[in-house]
């Protein structure tokens, strides 16, 4: 099984400011996803990172996978309230335990 | 076009009964794969299906099993229902059987 970490567990921050959340293995991945995923509903595919430096843009959301593609971030600038949710990180069949990030306004 | 549907939406059941869960994939994906995800974790594996053969099974008992029907729709089935199967149960598709995955909003068992 591929153990996937992420950190931190739970993040509060004030609108407006930047965040950066983090995936690690000591396996090496063909692929990441990264979801987000809001109270009662399913997780909503956000990125799928392929090769390692990889850096993918979703408006402000920055995505990078490892050089040697054993982990991953996300980055966010000027958080908004709508960003607020769990993100999770996945491999082929395994997920992280996920990021609750709580962004007030 | 429609996303992944589940249904029931909620479920209360107690223990030692058993349950059904059924998906219906995106329109033309083979794939179907069903997650448990308990309160403050991420979504744990518990069956991939390709064209109506099981490609995949996680780490758990015996009681769950599962299905895919060849219109591509799926089930999972719990029996012997335990307070620790209380869970959000998600189902995935993908066209090819590899990521990405879309998923459902998942089905919100409590077992009392």
């Known amino acids: 099984t591929q153990l996937l970490e992420q950190s931190p567990q739970f993040l509060s921050i004030q609108e407006g400011e930047n965040l950066t959340v983090y995936c690690n293995s000591s396996?090496?991945?063909?692929?990441l996803q990264w979801y987000r995923q809001e109270p009662g509903e399913g997780p909503v595919l956000l990125v799928t990172?392929?090769?390692?430096?990889e850096v993918k843009k979703l408006k402000r959301l920055t995505f990078q996978f490892g050089d040697a593609r054993k982990d991953s971030s996300l980055h966010i600038t000027a958080a908004q309230p709508g960003d607020t949710g769990l993100y999770l990180c996945a491999g082929p069949r395994n997920f992280g335990k996920g990021t609750s990030l709580l962004v007030t306004p | 076009d429609a996303g992944v549907t589940q249904s029931p939406t909620h479920l209360i059941k107690t223990r030692g009964q058993h349950v059904t869960l059924r998906c219906s994939p995106i329109s033309g994906h083979k794939s179907v794969s069903w997650y448990q995800q308990v309160l403050g974790q991420g979504p744990q594996f518990i069956f991939q299906y390709y064209e109506k053969e099981e490609r995949g099974r996680g780490n758990f008992p015996d009681r769950f099993s599962a299905r895919q029907f060849p219109n591509y729709s799926s089930e999972l089935n719990v029996n012997a229902l335990l307070l620790g199967d209380s869970a959000l149960y998600l189902c995935a598709s993908s066209a090819t059987g590899v990521q990405p995955q879309h998923f459902g909003d998942g089905t919100r068992l409590s077992i009392l």
């Open positions: 396996s090496v991945f063909s692929s």
């Open positions: 990172v392929v090769t390692g430096g």
